[in-house]
Every structure is written in structure tokens, then in C-alpha cells.
């Protein structure tokens, strides 16, 4: 146990000053850009810093601990998103498991892949990247930043191979449902792939009931891990069709044994590891997310998501009355922690860095702010925002 669950917990309501004091950002920053990079917690910088002191003294002495704590947030991971630990690969970021989909498929010239406009770059290159196989991109409109099922079903066809989105917009906050998205791929035949930067961390997420074929998320966003440490999830009957393309020691049975050399791959998603991972960065990874799930992330519920829903409608409050325009979709079943915003029409990165100097941490883009709420955030934060933002006059 992370922690002892009787100081997290009165009567049945979670103190979430409790996860506060597990965020040092929280003592210098009001910090609202976890849709960016997000501070690690106090037991990831431990972690890491035990890892440091051992690799520093100890040398590769300490390898079998690191390799039992990299493989621990393998299963951990697929405790939260009700996979089997055999689906789960350990990874660099999401754009490395957007390309093991684009690049190991077997793909014929006239395919196409179907995604809505407005994804991040990561979720565009890769795919366009195939037009010089033949494959055809088809992005398709939105519905303000709504991205609409049944639009994406009429865009598909027969020779849809992919039909890939974000769970979350990174500039909207607008969340789909994993589901419907799903129904359109299978519904046409094509595989259904989940960016899942923007959500997983605090949104609950069962990659079963959903229909997801495949799954990326990097942990430096709402999984409070370092930059460089994702997760990749692949269904396991397409371990055989998804073909890998990173090839190296740790893609194949006997591993490190190094002297037997025969190209037979794992029968799991650790064969799309390659060669020597990012242990520092796993076992940070691996820390945070135990904190999370301490705090009750699983696949089937999570009041880290009820937590974050009611201090981002609490920042909308406030935005408005301080004449502030919000943006983003606050419909319930679409609402995330993410808020873009107008401040009196007049939004630039010179904004942003004003902020900055007043200890508010957002981000600016596509011309607007954008602050992204985590569970440990709260009213004094939102005052110091408001008040920061007075100084844009």
C-alpha cells in the first residue's frame, strides 16, 4: 500500500488534501497543465531517487529490483484497464505506439484509416506517413469539438483498416465515448485504435467492454509519471497480425540469453519492447500509478475523475465570473479536466508567461488558454488564477 488508507479517507469521502501533499508543485505553483507535462508526486521523486543512489553505488547489482518494479506497472497497468498483463508493452511515449500500429500492419494500397480532424501531430503522422503506400487518410469534420460516431461510421467502408481517435481533445477537453468509437470501427471490419494520453489516469477505462484493439498513452500527462515512460495495449489474438518492427534482444523468447540466437518472438506485447528499456522512468511510472489506484483509478470507477469533473466545473464558475468565456464542451458525458478559455479576446503566449511570473502554470494553444485540473488542485488555486489573470488587463 502506497499509503495507509485510514488518513486518506473520512467516513467514506476521500481526503484529497491527503494526494495534495504527495504534489511538492503544490507548495511553489497553482499548477493547471497536466495536459502538457505534469509534476511527478513525492513517491515517484523517491523512487527515482533510490534508483539513482543504487545505479550510482550498486551498479547493475540492483537489476533484478528494477526489473520486478518495470514489471509490477506492467500488471498494474493492465489492472486499470482490465487487460491481461500479456497485452501490456512497456514504451517510450504514444507516438512510438501509434507507429507499431502503422507500421506493422499489413497494409495494401487502396486501405484507408479514418480519423476526426483536429488530432495531435502524433495521431497524424504515422498515418499519413502510409499515403506513400497507397493508404488513403480520411479525417473527418467535427461537430464543434464534438466528435460524432456517426459521422466516422460514414466515412468508413469496406477497405477501412484503422479507425484510430483521441479519448480526449489535448486542445478541446472534449471526451468521446470509447465505445460508440469502437462500434464504428468493428461494424466495418476495421481495428479500432485508442489514443489515450488525454485520459487515462483519471477516467475509467475497460479496453474489453469498449471494443479497443490497440492503446498508447505516455505517463508524463494525467498518470503523473516522467517524460519518456508509456504504455502500449494490443488484444492479444493480434499479437500475430500486428508484425513487430523494433526488433531486438528483448523481443524474442529467450530474451538474455544471449548465446541462443533464434527469431522467435514472444507470445506477448513485450515482443514490441526491442531492446533495453527506461527503467528509471517505468519504476517512477510504476509509483505513480500505484498512487492513483491507492486513490481509486480502476477500470470499472474512479473518484479521481469525480474529483477532477467537480474542481474543473468549480474553475468554470469562477472563469466566468471573472469575464472569462469557456470554451470547452461542459456537457456531463463529455466533460474532462481540461478548460479552454478567452480572457477579454486578447490571448498570446506574452499571456501565458504573465501568468507564469504570477505562479499560475496553463498552457496557450490554438490562440487560447488552456488550464487542465488534476485531483489535487483546488479553490486556492483557482484563486490564484483568477486573480493572475487580472494582471492581462
Excluded at 506497472?73 to 505506439?97: C, H, M, S, W, Y
Excluded at 479536466?337 to 480572457?343: H, P, R
Amino acid at each position: 500500500m502506497v499509503l495507509d488508507s485510514k488518513t486518506k479517507r473520512t467516513g467514506d469521502q476521500i481526503d484529497w488534501t491527503v494526494f495534495r501533499q504527495e504534489m511538492p508543485v503544490a507548495e511553489k505553483w497553482a499548477y493547471f497543465d497536466h495536459a502538457a507535462v505534469a509534476p511527478i508526486p513525492r513517491l515517484a521523486r523517491d523512487r527515482l531517487s533510490v534508483w539513482a543512489e543504487q545505479a550510482a553505488f550498486e551498479g547493475a547489482t540492483c537489476w533484478p529490483s528494477w526489473f520486478r518494479q518495470h514489471e509490477d506497472l506492467r500488471d498494474l497497468t493492465a489492472q486499470v484497464i482490465n487487460a491481461k498483463p500479456q497485452e501490456i508493452a512497456l514504451i517510450p511515449n504514444t507516438t512510438f505506439g501509434i507507429n507499431l500500429v502503422a507500421s506493422g500492419l499489413p497494409w495494401e494500397a487502396g486501405d484507408n484509416v479514418v480519423l476526426p480532424e483536429h488530432e495531435f501531430p502524433s495521431n497524424l503522422y504515422p498515418w499519413m506517413h502510409l499515403e506513400s503506400q497507397g493508404v488513403e487518410l480520411r479525417l473527418v469534420p467535427l461537430d464543434g469539438n464534438r466528435v460524432c460516431p456517426a459521422r466516422m461510421a460514414d466515412a468508413c467502408d469496406r477497405r477501412t483498416r484503422v479507425v484510430s481517435a483521441s479519448w480526449v481533445g489535448y486542445a478541446s477537453g472534449y471526451r468521446l465515448d470509447p465505445m460508440e468509437i469502437g462500434k464504428v470501427a468493428h461494424d466495418c471490419g476495421a481495428l479500432f485504435f485508442l489514443d489515450a494520453i488525454q485520459g487515462l489516469g483519471v477516467f475509467p477505462l475497460d479496453v474489453q467492454a469498449a471494443g479497443i484493439d490497440f492503446l498508447a498513452a505516455d505517463g508524463h500527462k494525467w498518470l503523473l509519471g516522467p517524460e519518456g515512460a508509456g504504455v502500449f495495449y494490443v488484444r492479444h489474438d493480434l499479437l500475430e497480425t500486428l508484425k513487430p518492427m523494433n526488433i531486438g534482444w528483448n523481443s524474442v523468447k529467450q530474451g538474455n540469453d544471449f548465446d541462443k540466437i533464434d527469431l522467435k518472438y514472444r507470445e506477448s506485447a513485450s515482443r514490441y519492447e526491442g531492446g533495453t528499456q527506461n527503467m528509471a522512468g517505468f519504476i517512477a511510472l510504476g509509483a505513480s500509478l500505484e498512487l492513483l489506484t491507492e486513490f481509486g483509478l480502476a477500470s470499472d470507477h474512479s473518484p479521481i475523475a469525480e474529483q477532477v469533473i467537480s474542481v474543473s466545473d468549480e474553475l468554470c464558475r469562477a472563469l466566468e465570473e471573472c469575464g472569462a468565456v469557456v470554451l470547452s464542451d461542459r456537457d456531463a458525458a463529455s466533460k474532462t479536466g481540461i478548460v479552454s478559455f478567452d480572457y477579454h479576446q486578447k490571448t498570446t503566449t506574452e499571456d501565458r508567461l504573465k501568468l507564469l511570473e504570477q505562479g499560475v502554470v496553463v498552457s496557450c494553444r490554438g490562440g487560447k488558454l488552456r488550464a487542465s485540473v488534476h485531483c489535487y488542485n483546488n479553490g486556492n488555486d483557482i484563486d490564484r488564477l483568477v486573480q493572475a489573470l487580472s494582471s492581462l488587463d
